[in-house]
């Protein structure tokens, strides 16, 4: 962001429109969409190749996801919601996350989804990418970012286990930092069935007042602190009147109680716990079996 001149940040944003709908897009048309005569964009684009921001195909370019997030972050910048980035906080298949600091010093976060990433590097060292491919990966991963802010506002205010989602902007989401580890590091917990109530309440919630399921919720999405937890990740969620919906909660139930069930030797049983969360129960009868394995 330091060392990108006006002429730079004019053909990306020129470069995404195109992105959006073309897929791709000639300094011609990146000249009219940017604004700037076809000469600068060259010359542009040519910068921009060099810190891989941009990739040629024959006689057109499209984005990078650095490109993209570079957009974004500056769009942070502007609206004087953060001033500088910090170091990775977690890296996974579809999204990684970083500490992102305000002007004040305040600590936040910053989700970078990523969809896609490996398969189209693999499709673009292979042979120059389809438009409609170029646009589905871009796509997928602005809408993927919409939805993780619009699961989490309708999640506000009900519960607690869930990060603060602040802002959006295309393919990332601007979060509260929240200081823990993933379950699946098996940390130690202050009290394990205590800490299992906490994520099946938050499933309830989700279901009987925002009519959400998460989806895809297992140990890699669930943080916690020993104390607290905190379910961290919903672009995937669907309506609770989708038709797969009894599957899908089953499925997000049965991961998150056996892993209970095998690290911790908390007990519950997975009919009991749908019956609780879709509101058919008022209470849970949690019990241990003995110390963790």
């Not at 001033?83 to 600091?101: H, N, Q, T």
């Amino acid at each position: 962001m330091k060392v990108l001149g006006e002429e730079e940040w004019k053909t990306l944003l020129g470069l995404e429109r195109a992105s959006m709908k073309y897929g791709f897009a000639d300094p011609g048309m990146a000249s009219r969409l940017a604004g700037i005569p076809v000469e600068r964009v060259n010359f542009a684009l040519d910068r921009l190749s060099r810190r891989d921001l941009v990739r040629a195909r024959g006689a057109n370019f499209t984005l990078t996801f650095s490109a993209i997030e570079a957009l974004a972050l500056r769009e942070y910048v502007r609206r004087g919601l953060i001033s500088a980035l910090g170091a990775i906080i977690a890296k996974g298949k579809e999204s990684d996350v970083y500490e992102a600091f305000t002007e004040e010093g305040g600590l936040l976060a910053v989700k970078f989804f990523k969809i896609g990433r490996t398969s189209f590097r693999d499709v673009a060292r292979k042979r120059s990418l389809e438009r409609s491919e170029t646009k589905g990966w871009i796509a997928r991963n602005y809408e993927a970012a919409k939805k993780e802010l619009s699961s989490l506002r309708k999640l506000e205010g009900l519960t607690k286990s869930v990060p603060r989602a602040i802002a959006h902007d295309r393919s990332t989401v601007l979060l509260e930092e929240l200081s823990g580890v993933k379950l699946v590091e098996r940390p130690e917990l202050d009290d394990p069935p205590l800490i299992l109530k906490e994520i099946i309440d938050c499933v309830r919630v989700a279901y009987t007042e925002a009519g959400m399921i998460n989806a895809d919720l297992s140990e890699y999405n669930i943080l916690t602190d020993g104390r607290s937890v905190w379910l961290i990740d919903w672009p995937q969620a669907v309506r609770t009147t989708h038709p797969n919906s009894a599957a899908l909660l089953q499925r997000d139930l049965h991961t998150v109680l056996k892993f209970f069930r095998r690290v911790y030797r908390v007990l519950l049983e997975e009919s009991e716990v749908a019956d609780y969360v879709v509101g058919r129960r008022a209470t849970l009868g949690i019990r241990r079996a003995g110390p963790a394995s």
